[in-house]
Nanobody, 119 residues
Framework: QVQLVESGGGLVQAGGSLRLSCAAS????????MGWFRQAPGKEREFVAG????????NYADSVKGRFTISRDKAKNTVYLQMNSLTPEDTAVYYC????????????WGQGTQVTVSS
């Protein structure tokens, strides 16, 4: 059973940076795709960034391209989301999720970590 635990959220001023971490366990993740999602109050959950665990190819939502960077550390079984140039519009609960490469649906989710950007 996959377990995902996020950390690194907090309060930051606009223009600042945060790095989120997602510690993954319970599987060998070589055939997995890992994603970061976020959900702001009153809005639907949206995809932020994703990375293939094996090859390292990445995808980003247009709203974060050039500001956010997703990466993974295979030795630590951890996925990171480096967030720079944060704006109040980035305020949300951020979730880590995983799916097997051949599946369309993310089957495992973390509990989420709050990111609040003040203006």
């Amino acid at each position: 059973q996959v377990q995902l635990v996020e950390s690194g959220g907090g309060l930051v001023q606009a223009g600042g940076s945060l790095r989120l971490s997602c510690a993954a366990s319970g599987r060998t993740f070589s055939n997995y795709y890992m994603g970061w999602f976020r959900q702001a109050p009153g809005k639907e959950r949206e995809f932020v960034a994703g990375i293939s665990w094996g090859g390292g190819s990445t995808n980003y939502a247009d709203s974060v391209k050039g500001r956010f960077t997703i990466s993974r550390d295979k030795a630590k079984n951890t996925v990171y989301l480096q967030m720079n140039s944060l704006t109040p519009e980035d305020t949300a609960v951020y979730y880590c999720a995983s799916r097997e490469i051949f599946r369309a649906v993310f089957g495992s989710w973390g509990q989420g970590t709050q990111v609040t950007v003040s203006s």
